[in-house]
């Protein structure tokens, strides 16, 4: 950004905003830039580095290095972090393509000796491909390891690998984590800690890049690396080996260092465009090679290219919708589609578990005046949100079912066509959408990932107008679970696994579906090319407006762990190395935890009658109740006759029947404070959060109250306490 941008930036946050948040800002970009939160967990997480242990499988490995004019400090770099691994049984085997400069054959010549060492001098320039299997052509390892001349491996990456194989014999192909290495070597940035195997996520963008290690013997199969991707070609590579086995590892650990230097595409995606091209037409050959149809198209903003799938046979969809005493939401929904949606086939199957006649009148009436088919079923019984959608499953005729809440609204016409596309292929079970609040831009879902704390809608209420990282917000993503608050579904697969538990009635039974559906292998995924307005309040929160609420959320957690605990805090989709306790895909820098002040205090002036002038919120109540015992809890403070809102911290009081306990908390920024509290000015500091540590206070059920000094208001929210820690 240039300074002139950067200034006028300042400007505007200062204008809006005011000193504090921009201050606030500022400092926060200072220290993201120097990774503090990285550096920690590099501390942490890396000081046992060099520890190794015995292992009874040490399968030979061969790193292959293409070489073409790099400096003899980076190409010494390079060779030298393989030289000193951890692990000893390796060959390090390299091709010259015929570099220009001199200093490249003399830095080579150095390591002739060394027993490990293979080097290739080839007489012409063939390009990365093919210089790349003339040091395969020397290769004698069981496995292949990719490693580009500029870049470096961690001391235990060849450790890690063989670890895993100990684990696993017939693992065929491991990537790791990696991070950006800085030209001078120094420093560490950008980590990237992926996900497990996640096929949809690949097809998209070439997330597992390093380290990548293959069996040779599949590689020699397949004749490696083809010439004509040239840019493309690890990706091209990995797309057909992944056709060839299913038997693929993630080692969660950061094991490459991809060095950032003028002209590479780890520091400019721009550099080369003839990848761009090269991308597209291997996943035009993809498409071909699995005999399926659609689109590459470009995909906004992130330089990546998604594939828009074809609904061959022009399949039947049932969309599928409970409703009661809702008509004027429903009817919005069902008039938007019938309005915007391209693809024709489908039909509306509403399920009514009890509207008042008036309205069963009417959505009668509405639904025998539709163009298309609608099917209208009356039935009063308890809310059971799963029986209702096995009830339209059982009523639909079509061989794809979509449940859709009823206060959604259509915003693109091909939205159901990119849907059911993806949804027809073999290995694909539920395929969830990129929902937004209505009016505005902030994200309701776009997945969700199983955390300690419980299931977790990533991203929530963040701007999709910005691209989170690493295009969350923007590219095709497997999850562990996504919202049937639009869930599109095979017919036969949904049948295989029962439906939709029907002992989950009100929470986690569309997360316990998708579950279902990964335990017979299939992958769920959230779409980003679908986007529709969900009419859901941006201030609601979750789903723990009272104790009664929380409670029974509480239960329904445990019971969905119950048939699948390594899930919680397990998710394949989400890393290790990230978070546990917010949705927003950042480094777990353990070491850098705020510390929060808890007292036992008498019981302060409890103000239950809020004035208008004072927003009192907890908004998020993250349980987690396990591990280590934390309650992450958020909200907002404002007092619109204050001028000091975003400096005030307010503290949090947990008032119960025998014991009251006080909290501090910290400053929070959330950029859409106005639109969440419903307030005349900006104060995007008014937010704030605290760790409760629920093993420190007597068990029981707490409401929360917040405040300052001896005032405190209702935040609107209770928690339950449990004795059985």
């Known amino acids: 950004m240039s300074v002139a941008k950067k200034i006028g930036t300042a400007c505007r946050i200062l204008v809006k905003e005011g000193p504090v948040a921009l201050g606030y800002k500022?400092?926060?970009?200072?220290?993201?830039?120097?990774?503090?939160?990285?550096?920690?967990?590099?501390?942490?997480?890396?000081?046992n580095i060099m520890k190794t242990e015995k292992l009874e499988y040490n399968p030979l490995i061969s790193v292959v290095i293409p070489v073409y004019n790099v400096s003899e400090r980076i190409l010494s770099e390079c060779i030298d972090s393989v030289l000193n691994q951890t692990y000893k049984n390796f060959e390090l085997c390299m091709a010259d393509d015929c570099s220009t400069m001199a200093s490249v054959k003399k830095t080579l010549k150095k390591y002739e000796d060394n027993e490990k060492v293979k080097i290739v001098y080839r007489k012409e320039n063939g390009h990365i491909s093919k210089a790349t299997n003339s040091a395969i052509e020397?290769?004698?390892?069981?496995?292949?390891?990719?490693?580009?001349?500029?870049?470096?491996?961690?001391?235990?990456?060849?450790f890690e690998v063989v670890k895993k194989l100990n684990e696993d014999k017939t693992i065929d192909f491991i990537y790791s984590d990696e991070d950006k290495l800085t030209d001078d070597s120094k420093h560490r940035e950008n980590p990237f800690f992926k996900p497990d195997w996640s096929p949809d996520t690949f097809m998209t963008s070439m997330y597992t890049c390093h380290l990548g290690v293959y069996r040779k013997s599949i590689g020699d199969e397949l004749g490696w690396l083809r010439s004509e991707f040239d840019g493309a070609q690890d990706y091209d590579f990995t797309m057909r080996f992944t056709e060839k086995t299913k038997n693929i590892a993630h080692i969660p650990k950061i094991l490459y260092h991809w060095r950032m230097i003028e002209g590479s595409t780890a520091a400019n995606p721009h550099a080369k465009e003839y990848v761009n091209k090269a991308t597209i037409r291997l996943k035009e050959e993809a498409l071909k090679r699995r005999g399926l149809e659609g689109e590459v198209e470009l995909v906004d903003e992130c330089f990546q290219y998604r594939v828009k799938y074809t609904p061959t046979g022009n399949p039947l969809v049932s969309i599928i919708i409970p409703s009661k005493d809702n008509f004027e939401v429903y009817k919005r929904c069902i008039d938007s589609m019938v309005e915007k949606t391209t693809y024709k086939n489908y039909e509306i199957i509403t399920v009514d578990n009890g509207s008042n006649d008036a309205n069963k009148a009417k959505y009668e009436k509405y639904c025998a005046s539709l163009p298309i088919h609608c099917e209208y079923h009356h039935k009063k019984m308890e809310f059971n949100f799963s029986k209702m959608c096995n009830i339209g499953a059982e009523k639909a005729h079509g061989k794809l079912f979509l449940f859709l809440n009823d206060d959604m609204e259509i915003i693109h016409g091909d939205w159901l066509e990119r849907m059911a596309g993806h949804a027809m292929l073999d290995y694909i079970g539920a395929v969830g959408a990129k929902l937004i609040y209505h009016d505005s831009t902030y994200i309701q879902h776009i997945g969700v990932v199983s955390m300690p704390i419980g299931p977790v809608h990533i991203f929530c209420q963040e701007n999709d107008e910005n691209i989170m990282v690493f295009n969350r917000n923007r590219i095709d993503y497997n999850y562990s679970a996504v919202t049937a608050a639009c869930l599109m579904v095979d017919k036969d697969k949904f049948n295989e696994i029962g439906g939709f538990d029907e002992t989950f009635k009100v929470a986690y039974n569309d997360v316990k579906l998708c579950f279902d559906l990964l335990a017979k292998g299939y992958y769920n995924v959230c779409k980003m090319d679908v986007k529709l307005y969900h009419y859901e309040s941006l201030s609601r929160g979750y789903d723990t407006e009272n104790s009664e609420k929380m409670i029974r959320l509480v239960q329904e957690r445990k019971r969905l762990y119950s048939y699948y605990p390594e899930l919680q805090g397990g998710d394949p989709f989400y890393n290790i190395n990230l978070t546990n306790d917010n949705d927003d895909f950042a480094v777990n820098a353990k070491e850098n935890k705020a510390e929060f002040t808890l007292q036992k205090v008498e019981?302060?002036?409890?103000?239950?009658?809020?004035?208008?002038?004072?927003?009192?919120?907890?908004?998020?109540?993250?349980?987690?109740?396990?591990?280590?015992?934390?309650?992450?809890?958020?909200?907002?403070?404002?007092?619109?006759?204050?001028?000091?809102?975003?400096?005030?911290?307010?503290?949090?009081?947990?008032?119960?029947?025998?014991?009251?306990?006080?909290?501090?908390?910290?400053?929070?920024?959330?950029e859409n404070m106005d639109s969440i509290a419903h307030t005349k000015k900006t104060y995007n500091l008014s937010s704030f959060y605290t760790y409760l540590e629920s093993d420190k206070i007597e068990p029981g059920e707490y409401r929360l109250f917040l405040g300052k000094g001896e005032k405190f208001y209702y935040a609107g929210q209770s928690i339950d306490i449990e004795g059985d820690k």
């Open 138 to 158: 020397v290769a004698e390892g069981e496995f292949v390891a990719f490693m580009d001349c500029d870049d470096t491996i961690a001391p235990n990456a060849l």
């Open 603 to 670: 019981k302060p002036k409890l103000l239950k009658n809020t004035p208008a002038n004072i927003k009192a919120v907890a908004d998020n109540i993250s349980y987690q109740g396990v591990m280590d015992h934390k309650i992450r809890i958020s909200g907002w403070y404002v007092n619109e006759k204050s001028m000091l809102n975003n400096i005030t911290k307010p503290d949090l009081v947990l008032w119960g029947k025998n014991n009251t306990y006080r909290l501090s908390t910290k400053k929070l920024y959330r």
């Open 26 to 47: 500022t400092l926060y970009k200072i220290n993201y830039n120097k990774n503090s939160s990285y550096k920690v967990w590099i501390e942490h997480a890396e000081k």
